[in-house]
Each structure stands twice: as structure tokens, then as C-alpha cells.
């Protein structure tokens, strides 16, 4: 975390603690959380309830505060989708248990049937007998044949059920791992990430890269024009990101106004061309207030970019990517640099 993150993280916490006194909410962890999301302006949703609430001189109490941080921060949720999906599978098993057991009975029971015929016939049997005997089997088979096809059908549904609630994990997952504000995967999808292309880098002999990117004077910028202003910068720049990046990079929100790049199989050269090319993008959008058509100036990144060492940590690797990073905020920002340029080689491009 660098100083403008710190300074930043530090000025919503002093405004959570102030709201949470002028509203009279005990300062508890599960209250600090939710106000720190309202104070950050990050969760629009949150802070128009939280405003509404305050407007009615409704109570923000433990179970308002329980409410809100549920169903309009994400926390939970996909506890709560593997905890319900968990229970229907449950029911489902049953459902195809019971069915087996029902289509084992019904075996059993037109075995006995056929069993039953045949014993009935004998060498002094008359065509007759034969006849009721054979009457009994089709008897039986067209029962049977009637029971499997509502047990199919049974089978079928349940099908159905267990692709939906498949379907249903797999986007609770997908959501539990993508930052709501801007599109990309979040901090916990990145971990992940970072340690899986790692772990493959190790294994095939390949390069791979860490970008990352922090956006110039965020908090001038978001203390000037507000922080919904704020989140649309923080969105474009996202948007960048996505769209500068190779298809097997991983692009990922890693916290406040900083994003990082996974690149694997990626050279430290051809990461800073991605690099500069991705900062130029961001330079290149001219900020226009769509209210007035003022325009609010042009937004600048700076990136640094490190390259897997062998046998190294992901936090090694992360320490050694931020360090390039300060140096690019020291160097006069809106700049890449890499390891290569820390230790003598050319100076980074600067925009």
C-alpha cells in the first residue's frame, strides 16, 4: 500500500467513525465495516439506502447494519449460495435415491409376476393357460413399462434442477470473485490467480510477469470532483486494463486506485511494451462532466513491473513489483518501470 492509499484508506476511516457517532451506531466491528463502505462512496447502492434510512429517521441498528452489508456489499453471498445449493442437492439425492430403490421394487416385482406365470405353466398346460400366462407377463411389462417411463421423467427433471443449481454456484462464484465497482476480478481472485500461473510458470520453465499500476494524484482528483466521479475513473481505467491486456493475462482491482496485471508467458520486455501501451490508453481519455461538458482533465498511471525469480514467494514477487512501481510515482509518475531500468538499463518512457 502506498502513501496516497494509506492516506486515503486513513480519511474514509475518520469519516466512518464520525458517521457512526453523529448517527449513534456503536463503533463495533461488524457497524465499522459497513460505514467504512458508506464513508469510501465505493458502494453506491449502499450509501442511497443508507441515505434513504436517514432521511425516514429509521434506526441503523445491528440487524439494519446485518441487512445492509448481506445483501448490498457481497459479503455472504456465496455462503449463502453454496449453503442453498448444498440443501437442494441434498433433496435431489434423496429424489434419485428414492427412484433407484422405486425402479429395484418394480424389477423385483415384475420378476415375481413373470416367475409367477411361469410356474403356473406345466407339460399338461392347455393353450388356455398358456394364453393367461402370457396375458399376466404382458400385463406386467406394459405396468412396468408405464412406472419407468414416469421414473424417466422424474430423472429428466431432476437433470434439469441439477444444471440450474450448478449453473446458479458457478455465477455465485463468479461474483464472489470480480470487483462490483469496475468488472475486473478482485483481490481474492488475483491471490488465486497469481498463485496458479506461479505454480505453472514453476512447472513449464516459462517467464511471467506482475504489473502493477497505480492511478496519479487519485485522491486530488477524487477529492475535487467526488467519488462518483471518482468510481467512473476508476472504471475507465479498468476498462483499459481489459482491453490492453493479452487473453492470457489476468487483470485484477488490487485495491483502492491500484490494478495489477498477471502476464504469463510473458518477457519482461514485451510486459512493458503491454505496459506503455495500456498507460498511453489511459492519457489518451479525455474526462468530460456529461452534465455541463466541462472537461475534467486526462488521468495518468504509473506501473511497475517485476519478473518470477525461481523458487520465489508471490509475496517476493508482489514486494519487488510495488517497489518498481514507487520508483515510477519518484521518477515523475505516468511512467512504466521494470527491474531492468532499477538496475542501469535505459530510463523508462515517460508520457
Known amino acids: 500500500m502506498n502513501g496516497e492509499e494509506i492516506e486515503f484508506a486513513a480519511a474514509w476511516s475518520a469519516e466512518a467513525l464520525r458517521l457512526m457517532a453523529e448517527n449513534g451506531v456503536p463503533p463495533c466491528p461488524e457497524n465499522y465495516a459497513i460505514w467504512f463502505h458508506y464513508a469510501s462512496g465505493r458502494t453506491p447502492d449502499l450509501n442511497k439506502e443508507i441515505d434513504a434510512r436517514i432521511a425516514r429517521h429509521e434506526p441503523l441498528d445491528m440487524n439494519a447494519t446485518a441487512e445492509l452489508r448481506e445483501r448490498l456489499t457481497g459479503e455472504g453471498k456465496l455462503a449463502d449460495m453454496t449453503l442453498d445449493t448444498g440443501a437442494k442437492l441434498n433433496t435431489e439425492v434423496d429424489r434419485i435415491l428414492k427412484i433407484i430403490g422405486e425402479t429395484a421394487s418394480n424389477s423385483s416385482t415384475f420378476g415375481q409376476s413373470v416367475r409367477a406365470a411361469s410356474e403356473s405353466l406345466t407339460h ?10 402370457v396375458e399376466a407377463i404382458i400385463a406386467a411389462s406394459r405396468k412396468m413399462e408405464e412406472r419407468s417411463a414416469e421414473l424417466e421423467e422424474t430423472l429428466h427433471a431432476t437433470k434439469s ?4 443449481l450448478q449453473q446458479n454456484l458457478a455465477k455465485a462464484h463468479s461474483e464472489a470473485r470480480t470487483d462490483a465497482l469496475t468488472g475486473v476480478n478482485n483481490r481474492k481472485a ?5 498463485a496458479r500461473e506461479m505454480a505453472a ?12 499500476g497505480d492511478i496519479d494524484h487519485f485522491k486530488k482528483f477524487n477529492d475535487t470532483f ?3 466521479t471518482g468510481d467512473q475513473v476508476l472504471k475507465l481505467v479498468a476498462n483499459c486494463l481489459k482491453s490492453g491486456a493479452l487473453e492470457q493475462h489476468f487483470v485484477a ?35 468530460v462532466k456529461r452534465s455541463t461538458g466541462e472537461s475534467l482533465g486526462r488521468v495518468t498511471m504509473s ?8 523458487g520465489e514467494t508471490s509475496a517476493g514477487l508482489i514486494e519487488r513489483a510495488d517497489n518498481c512501481l514507487y520508483t515510477a510515482k519518484h521518477a515523475g509518475r505516468n511512467c512504466v518501470i521494470t527491474e531492468l531500468h532499477e ?3 535505459p530510463e523508462a518512457k515517460a508520457g
Not at 399338461?124 to 400366462?133: G, K, L, R, Y
Not at 434442477?161 to 440450474?164: G, S, W
Not at 510458470?201 to 502493477?212: D, E, K, P, T, Y
Open 124 to 133: 399338461q398346460s392347455t393353450p388356455n393357460d398358456v394364453a393367461h400366462a
Open 253 to 287: 482491482r488490487y485495491g483502492g486506485e491500484e490494478f495489477a496485471i498477471v502476464m504469463p508467458a510473458t518477457e519482461i520486455e514485451m510486459a512493458e511494451a503491454i505496459a506503455n501501451k495500456i498507460r498511453q490508453t489511459v492519457q489518451a481519455r479525455e474526462l
Open 343 to 345: 538496475t542501469g538499463m
Open 226 to 228: 467526488g467519488h462518483r
Open 201 to 212: 510458470a514453476s512447472s513449464s520453465g516459462q517467464a511471467l510477469c506482475l504489473v502493477i
Open 190 to 194: 488475483f491471490d488465486e490467480a497469481l
Open 161 to 164: 434442477e441439477l444444471n440450474d
Open 303 to 310: 506501473m511497475g513491473i517485476a519478473l518470477l525469480r525461481p
